[in-house]
T-cell receptor
């Protein structure tokens, strides 16, 4: 069975640009969560989507947005990139039920210059 | 609310035991444990639910004391492959996981 896939694996952008990150969950999973992980820290929750609806949002500015498609894949968009947005962006897939384990994808390494 | 993990780092020799603690100031519904190796994504280890149950996975087990809002991860007879950073993720109201800063574990031969 395919695990969680994310694209691209690496990305280099300059300040002020926009970026779109993509995630495909495990087959049968209906929920996708996005996390930002800076070096030396634990993942920080950005968004959670379930059945194409936003179910939760972390403490991130409005420059961050996301959506989930009918096939349950998801996109994370970040506008007006700042240097501080440089991080590993992780997508986690789960069934969407409470207390259910989340399985992480390999992540997208974003570098903002 | 970010859970607090302790210790921040630990170095073990192969075969030794270790305990990693995770505590929260808020009521918890569940605690999730992950291990992340350098340059890789976090890998799910186990989830503990309300009720104080203890779970095990090979020689790694964990407990969850909901009254104290604490969880502990026990690594028994550590192996080289146990090296990595361990994160606890706590689930409060809602479904998002709040992760601690991690505990770096190094197992040496």
């Amino acid at each position: 069975d395919a695990g969680v896939t994310q694209s691209p694996t690496h990305l280099i952008k300059t300040r002020g640009q926009h970026v779109t990150l993509r995630c495909s969950p495990i087959s049968g999973h209906k929920s996708v969560s996005w996390y930002q992980q800076v070096l030396g820290q634990g993942p920080q929750f950005i968004f959670q989507y379930y059945e194409k609806e936003e179910r939760g949002r972390g403490n991130f500015p409005d420059r961050f947005s996301a959506r989930q498609f009918p096939n349950y894949s998801s996109e994370l968009n970040v506008n007006a990139l700042l240097l501080g947005d440089s991080a590993l962006y992780l997508c986690a897939s789960s069934s969407g039920l409470s207390y259910n384990e989340q399985f992480f994808g390999p992540g997208t390494r974003l570098t903002v210059l | 609310q970010q859970p607090v993990q302790s210790p921040q780092a630990v170095i073990l020799r192969e075969g030794e035991d270790a305990v990693i603690n995770c505590s929260s100031s808020k009521a918890l519904y569940s605690v999730h444990w992950y291990r992340q190796k350098h340059g890789e994504a976090p890998v799910f280890l186990m989830i503990l639910l309300k009720g104080g149950e203890q779970k095990g996975h090979d020689k790694i087990s964990a407990s969850f004391n909901e009254k104290k809002q604490q969880s502990s991860l026990y690594l028994t007879a550590s192996q080289l492959s146990y090296s990595g950073t361990y994160f606890c993720g706590t689930e409060g109201s809602g479904y998002a996981l709040n992760f601690g800063k991690g505990t770096s574990l190094l197992v040496t031969p």
